[in-house]
């Protein structure tokens, strides 16, 4: 099946620090990417739709400021958590849809766990 | 009202047990419908689609009611490694985010 690769799996950083997370399809192109985040015991809960050469679209209660989002390429989108704080502490998820018959399937990155001190 | 509603469990079941999930969802106008299995701390992972017909992969089941906007998933004989968090997701449009519940977590004991 495709592959999303999501890089990286894990980061601590101290609090004020900007984090840089990619995503990128390996083996189709991503027309759209989602991004999510789950706290503990908390379901996926969506924060962005970014699709390719566009900006992207945020979820209600997401700054867009600090979350920044950039869908250069078909293959490749990133998410910067700006002057990350210890509340910004969480599991972050991409996943990537294709068009035509890969439209309705979502394919996952393995997720990036951050810990801001 | 949360858009996907499930149980959250535990559930804590010997190994060959049956055990069903239920779960609700808001949008009527839903189309797409999924159980996704995650394990502790890994991303999701797509279980099966979820069909208006039902749907079997082995020894798991899976039902949609579009009517009373319910779906299930049933596995039998419970294994060892069955044991994670089930998570019930809906899709309103091809190409959109995925609307997640919370998860049910299995317990799976010998």
């Known amino acids: 099946g495709a592959v999303v690769s999501q890089h990286p799996s894990w980061v601590i950083c101290k609090s004020g620090t900007s984090v840089k997370i990619e995503c990128r399809s390996l083996d189709f192109q991503a027309t759209t990417m989602f991004w999510y985040r789950q706290f503990p015991k908390q379901s996926l809960m969506l924060m962005a739709t970014s699709n390719e050469g566009s900006k992207a679209t945020y979820e209600q209660g997401v700054e867009k400021d600090k979350f920044l989002i950039n869908h250069a390429s078909l293959t490749l989108s990133t998410l910067t958590v700006t002057s990350a704080h210890p509340e910004d502490s969480s599991f972050y998820i991409c996943?990537?849809?294709?068009?035509?018959?890969?439209?309705?399937?979502?394919?996952f990155g393995a997720g990036t766990r951050l810990s801001v001190l | 009202r949360k858009e996907v509603e499930q149980d959250p469990g535990p559930f804590n079941v010997p190994e060959g047990a049956t055990v069903a999930f239920n779960c609700t969802y808001s949008n009527s106008a839903s189309q797409s419908f999924f159980w996704y299995r995650q394990d502790c701390r890994k991303e999701p992972k797509l279980l099966m689609s979820v069909y208006s017909s039902g749907n079997e992969d082995g020894r798991f089941t899976a039902q949609l009611n579009r009517a009373s906007q319910y779906i299930s998933l049933l596995i039998r004989d419970s294994k060892l490694s069955d044991s994670a968090t089930y998570l019930c997701v809906v899709n309103s449009q091809a190409g959109t985010a995925l609307i997640f519940g919370k998860g049910t977590t299995l317990s799976v004991s010998s």
């Open positions: 996943s990537a849809s294709g068009g035509g018959d890969l439209k309705n399937i979502q394919y």
